[in-house]
T-cell receptor, first 112, second 116 residues
Framework: GENVEQHPSTLSVQEGDSAVIKCTYS??????FPWYKQELGKGPQLIID?????GEKKDQRIAVTLNKTAKHFSLHITETQPEDSAVYFC???????????FGKGTMLLVSP | GAVVSQHPSRVICKSGTSVKIECRSL??????MFWYRQFPKQSLMLMAT?????????EQGVEKDKFLINHASLTLSTLTVTSAHPEDSSFYIC????????????FGSGTRLTVV
């Protein structure tokens, strides 16, 4: 089955800096790669996703890149703000509404 | 669009009792619902997959007789934790794929279960 590795487990940055979280996956059949933000006591919220026919996708301060050959994808957050502090999860899924396999999460702390 | 409403958000129950968690798709039909469990400071672990009108598929190590899943309609899936014990205390989250969510997955807000 799919295995998703996520690094780092914790990331501390100063407000205004950029943050990068990286994930690798094992199943070459996976073609859907979402990123979720989870605040304490809440369910995951989708912040951006990418499919394997696209190499990069951007939404304001958030971007995701995908290297299908190397089987890794990354989340980039620019101009970080304290409200970006949360746990971020990457995930991967094969075609056809199959289950998502999650990384172990990255706790991002943005200090004012 | 693509909202999954999960209730209750928090529940405290006594050991040996049962607790039911509901997930409703509000503006789309959820033919499939995924149920996850999340322990503190850990990732989401898939417990089972339910499909409307058929038996749920459980992941290895998840007791189907303890975690009863019902998906009798296209808008409602329920998870019942039977004879709950303190080790069942966890954060339970449902998720459904939806074309309304750009073919992504919509998550419920989660249920914090505490068994005392």
């Amino acid at each position: 089955g799919e295995n998703v590795e996520q690094h780092p487990s914790t990331l501390s940055v100063q407000e205004g800096d950029s943050a990068v979280i990286k994930c690798t996956y094992s199943d070459s059949a996976s073609n859907y790669f979402p990123w979720y933000k989870q605040e304490l006591g809440k369910g995951p919220q989708l912040i951006i996703d990418i499919r394997s026919n696209v190499g990069e996708k951007k939404d304001q301060r958030i971007a995701v890149t995908l290297n299908k050959t190397a089987k890794h994808f990354s989340l980039h957050i620019t101009e970080t703000q304290p409200e970006d502090s949360a746990v971020y999860f990457c995930a991967a899924s094969p075609p056809g509404y199959s289950t998502l396999t999650f990384g172990k999460g990255t706790m991002l702390l943005v200090s004012p | 669009g693509a909202v999954v409403s999960q209730h209750p958000s928090r529940v405290i129950c006594k050991s040996g009792t049962s607790v039911k968690i509901e997930c409703r798709s509000l503006d789309f039909q959820a033919t499939t619902m995924f149920w996850y469990r999340q322990f503190p400071k850990q990732s989401l672990m898939l417990m089972a997959t339910s499909n409307e009108g058929s038996k749920a598929t459980y992941e290895q190590g998840v007791e189907k007789d303890k975690f009863l899943i019902n998906h009798a309609s296209l808008t409602l899936s329920t998870l019942t934790v039977t004879s709950a014990h303190p080790e069942d205390s966890s954060f339970y989250i449902c998720s459904a794929p939806s074309t309304a969510a750009n073919y992504g997955y919509t998550f419920g807000s989660g249920t914090r279960l505490t068994v005392v």
